[in-house]
């Protein structure tokens, strides 16, 4: 029986409010209000959009206070959180706080010490280890007896963090139910021949083979596609190796390693895949695409799918279009205010052409869709013509491009003209026929959107003139050229003030005068990166009555920057040092995106 000090709502509050982060009227809120919200919450309720923890189980008192969302006394409107919480918790009783990343886990090392059904009853999760000593996550500060339980059982030195419920409750259920999967998979699965593997082509074919409908491999795909929801991955990496299944992660443009899983269970796994997303599962020598629709958090996320051969067995990628960022308002997404009102500008013109530009990857699509939502209305018939369809939405007539049976962008492009369309949208222009047919569908007074590949805005007008667009339809028909790139944010809970030197003054052409600029010294909110989040710089040209007298057909793209400097062109580079000196992002990473 414990006879030691107990966790509770009224010794929380009372270090809360040893510690200033609760006002004397505020713990007489919560201890009068203790018991009801507690028995709400174990209903299944839902704060600030998402829910706390599963209908059933009890809420911890640090739940049950967070979910009061009490402003902490002097702290500009700061929430008091149940992260917050545990670390002034974690404080008073001088035991290490970890603000747990799923990503830096262990997957082997979490699941090997502790069964599910104990650790989910003791709230403890592994999250270190080595040399004699395993580091155990706990809710509860004073459950010592558990903590010796484990010594003794694996003979080993125990140590302790503190770490929210909330956290160790989602850890548990990700990673065991993974685990739990991978290990069944793996036990039901033999030696088998890896045809996709070049290196590996004399195998004894074991009794039975892991297919892509069985029950563990179907929970673990569920399970990794969650995991990559939760933590807004961009991309999912299906990496077959040597002896391995690498499974990677982009998050704000990075990589980061997340899974390492057996061999023989990459392929049940693609296969899994390929079933969701209507690929043909016989087909391993040619690269093949598909799309999978499916909901997290009671909204539908897109999924984009592409499997190539490589030396090992095929490698699968996962796009995903999450829609909270893919369809954003115009306004929202990093531009400045003069760049705004052009491209603003552009888009509610009667008719013209309106480029974007930048490499794969730099959000061309996030600024479309964004500005296709914002143009739809029911008087308006958008049509667009994509290779691949990015994201199914109702409010648009997407139609996709199939090479194979000769439907490309140009011959779309003819047919969509007896459509009646008001706005089209043009996946890329990249060849004579698209460029051609896109300037008569202007000239006939539609408004075209669509996207090239070059370094900037002006470059555009050259790669035009190269794919053999005469420069009087150019000047007649393109009304905006806009170049765009994605920064990294600097994490807003590690930012730190520094000076430039004078050889970065020098770089960025600064000038002498002393600069302040900001960097993120990495903190548990952005996994140690000193980023998070990432925002847009977009570099627009309008060609207005300055512009087209230099639209000729031996360009002099210096002589053109320089007209539309003029009228306050700013380029990607000079766009990128605003939002550095405005601590949005760092040096580094000016010199990163732009060059």
């Not at 939760?230 to 991309?235: E, K, N, P, V, Y």
């Not at 779309?412 to 047919?437: H, S």
């Not at 900037?456 to 790669?463: E, F, G, K, Q, Y």
Request: aromatic share 6%; proline share 4%; hydrophobic share 40%.
């Amino acid at each position: 029986m414990k006879t030691g000090p107990v966790l509770t709502i009224a010794y929380l509050t009372a270090v809360l409010l040893e510690r200033s982060l609760l006002t004397e009227e505020q713990r007489a809120t919560v201890l009068a209000r203790a018991k009801s919200q507690e028995v709400r919450l174990a209903a299944g309720p839902h704060t600030a959009g998402r829910r706390l923890h599963r209908s059933g189980e009890i809420p911890s008192p640090a739940q049950v206070l967070a979910s009061f969302n009490l402003e902490v006394p002097g702290g500009n409107g700061r929430i008091l959180s149940e992260d917050s919480i545990t670390e002034a918790l974690a404080a008073s009783l001088q035991i290490p706080y970890l603000k747990i990343d799923p990503l830096k886990l262990d997957l082997d090392l979490v699941t090997s010490y502790i069964s599910r059904p104990f650790a989910l009853k003791h709230l403890i999760v592994p999250v270190g280890g080595g040399q004699g000593t395993l580091t155990v996550a706990v809710a509860d500060p004073f459950n010592d007896d558990l903590l010796r339980e484990l010594a003794t059982a694996h003979r080993l030195t125990v140590q302790r963090v503190l770490s929210s419920t909330t956290d160790i409750q989602k850890i548990l259920r990700e990673f065991y139910g993974f685990r739990a999967s991978v290990a069944a998979a793996e036990a039901e699965s033999s030696a088998v021949v890896d045809l996709g593997n070049l290196e590996q082509l004399f195998k004894l074919r074991g009794e039975q083979e892991l297919e892509g409908n069985d029950r563990h491999i179907i929970s673990a795909v569920d399970f990794l596609l969650s995991y990559a929801f939760d933590q807004r991955a961009s991309d999912i990496h299906i990496e077959p190796k040597r002896e391995k299944c690498l499974i990677r992660f982009r998050l704000d443009g990075l990589l980061h390693n997340i899974h390492l899983l057996p061999k023989p269970l990459h392929a049940p796994i693609v296969s899994r895949i390929k079933i969701l997303s209507r690929m043909d599962l016989a087909e391993k020598r040619r690269p093949q695409d598909g799309r999978i629709k499916t909901s997290h958090n009671n909204k539908e996320v897109e999924l984009r799918v592409s499997t190539v051969p490589t030396v090992f067995g095929e490698k699968v990628v996962i796009r995903i279009f999450d829609p909270d960022i893919l369809l954003q308002e115009l306004d929202s997404i990093g531009f400045y205010a003069r760049e705004y009102s052009l491209y603003n500008g552009f888009i509610h013109r009667p008719n013209g052409i309106i480029l974007v530009t930048g490499p794969t990857g730099s959000g061309k699509t996030t600024t479309l869709y964004s500005t296709l939502r914002t143009l739809s209305s029911p008087e308006v018939n958008i049509i667009t013509i994509e290779d691949p369809i990015e994201m199914v939405m109702e409010e648009f007539n997407q139609i996709a491009v199939q090479q194979g049976i000769g439907v490309t962008f140009g011959t779309i492009l003819r047919t969509v003209l007896r459509q009646d369309p008001d706005i089209i949208m043009v996946g890329e222009i990249r060849d004579k026929e698209t460029a051609d047919n896109a300037v008569q569908a202007a000239l006939t007074g539609h408004l075209v959107l669509s996207t090239l590949h070059t370094n900037d805005a002006p470059s555009s007008i050259a790669r035009l003139l190269d794919l053999g667009v005469p420069s009087y339809l150019i000047s007649a028909t393109v009304v905006g050229i806009i170049a765009q790139r994605l920064l990294r944010k600097i994490c807003s809970h590690c930012k730190t003030a520094r000076l430039l030197s004078a050889d970065e003054r020098a770089y960025l052409q600064l000038g002498d005068e002393e600069r302040t600029v900001w960097q993120g010294e990495g903190c548990k909110e952005c996994r140690g990166t000193g980023y998070k989040g990432r925002t847009g710089i977009f570099e627009v040209l309008e060609i207005n009555d300055r512009i087209k007298p230099l639209v000729v057909d031996e360009v002099d793209l210096a002589m053109l920057v320089a007209a539309a400097e003029q009228d306050g062109f700013g380029s990607l580079r000079r766009l990128a040092i605003r939002k550095m000196l405005e601590g949005v992002t760092t040096y580094d990473e000016v010199i990163s995106v732009t060059g």
